[in-house]
């Protein structure tokens, strides 16, 4: 596997599956590919960030946190578009009262930065709840049998890592799920071609891995791993006895954690090496479960959005 990932160059671009579809997002612009029924259908705009118009939130440590809404937002976006080729039941459900009296008051484009934000933060707000809060909360129990910080440790990053990888493994069971994560594959074999040089056909695309050492939805789990080492650091320097305060601390904890897990992936993007490969490791064994083999349809999708966002200068994607 290690020869296979000895690219000629590392490329910055990187992407999103979609429902039927990729969002790619290259160093000056973003494209959303889908396969409509009538066939693709291409969006590309400029990337526009946040961080460009406040240098301050590009800093270290500050700049994870702003980069991974940033992509939620985006990614939200771009699903609720694809989504629109594919409208349950053939679209002949009528919108309930509410959303029509939404329309009303608030405008088409109102209702729909309305949704995005509300879907942004319940995805935040499950993700924290489930892999974080909840496993800190049940593992408060092992109090009622020994006073073990360590003990207590333990259970809670076996909980954290168990309930996340628990989930993946039943979602990438869905049907639906399965070709999203086709989607993803495609996405990963399309960048691996790119990246070895070869010019961008279903053919060089096929055979190239579906498994990318910097894959951005590895990016939970590898949170999940930072997020055990401080807070093991720090409730071992400050134990805290109460559960809700200690679920409190993390809350505060998470944007370092974000931000600490950001600097580590853009670290391993630069560099290749036995200690870097070591640490993509666990997101490639993840990988098994988020990435499935696509077929040629899929693969022309992923060539077209790696295309789209190719940069005028070659070679300014490069890390």
């Excluded at 290690?2 to 671009?13: G, P």
């Excluded at 066939?39 to 590309?44: A, D, H, K, M, P």
């Excluded at 650091?233 to 679920?247: H, K, Q, S, T, W």
Aim: net charge neutral; hydrophobic share 45%.
């Amino acid at each position: 596997m290690a020869d296979k990932q000895s690219c000629a160059f590392r490329t910055t671009i990187g992407g999103q599956a979609l429902i039927e579809g990729i969002l790619m997002r290259g160093p000056d612009k973003q494209a959303i590919v889908v396969r409509s029924p009538e066939g693709l259908v291409i969006r590309e705009e400029e990337l526009k960030l946040i961080r460009d118009k406040y240098p301050i939130l590009g800093l270290p440590l500050i700049r994870g946190s702003v980069t991974f809404l940033d992509s939620m937002v985006k990614g939200v976006k771009a699903l609720m578009f694809s989504a629109d080729f594919y409208p349950e039941e053939a679209g002949t459900e009528e919108p309930s009262k509410f959303e029509q009296w939404l329309d009303r008051k608030l405008g088409n484009e109102k209702v729909e930065k309305l949704v995005i934000a509300f879907s942004v933060v319940v995805a935040v707000a499950f993700s924290v709840g489930l892999f974080m809060l909840l496993p800190t909360f049940l593992s408060s129990f092992v109090e009622l049998w020994t006073d073990s910080v360590l003990l207590r440790n333990l259970v809670d990053a076996l909980l954290r890592i168990g309930l996340f990888m628990g989930y993946l493994i039943l979602v990438s069971r869905m049907k639906d799920i399965r070709r999203v994560f086709s989607y993803h594959g495609a996405e990963h074999k399309t960048i691996f071609c790119y990246e070895n040089g070869l010019e961008l056909t279903v053919e060089n695309v096929r055979p190239q891995p579906k498994h990318h050492p910097r894959c951005g939805t590895s990016f939970l789990l590898v949170v999940i791993i930072v997020a055990i080492l401080i807070n093991t650091i720090v409730f071992a320097i400050f134990p805290v006895g109460n559960v809700f305060l200690r679920m409190l601390i993390q809350l505060l904890l998470l944007p370092l954690v974000v931000g600490i897990t950001y600097e580590i992936n853009r670290w391993c993007g630069r560099n290749d090496n036995a200690f870097t490969r070591a640490l993509s490791a666990p997101g490639m064994w993840m990988q098994h479960f988020t990435t499935n083999e696509p077929d040629d349809s899929m693969i022309e999708v992923g060539i077209a959005a790696v295309q789209a966002v190719l940069p005028e200068k070659e070679g300014s994607d490069r890390w």
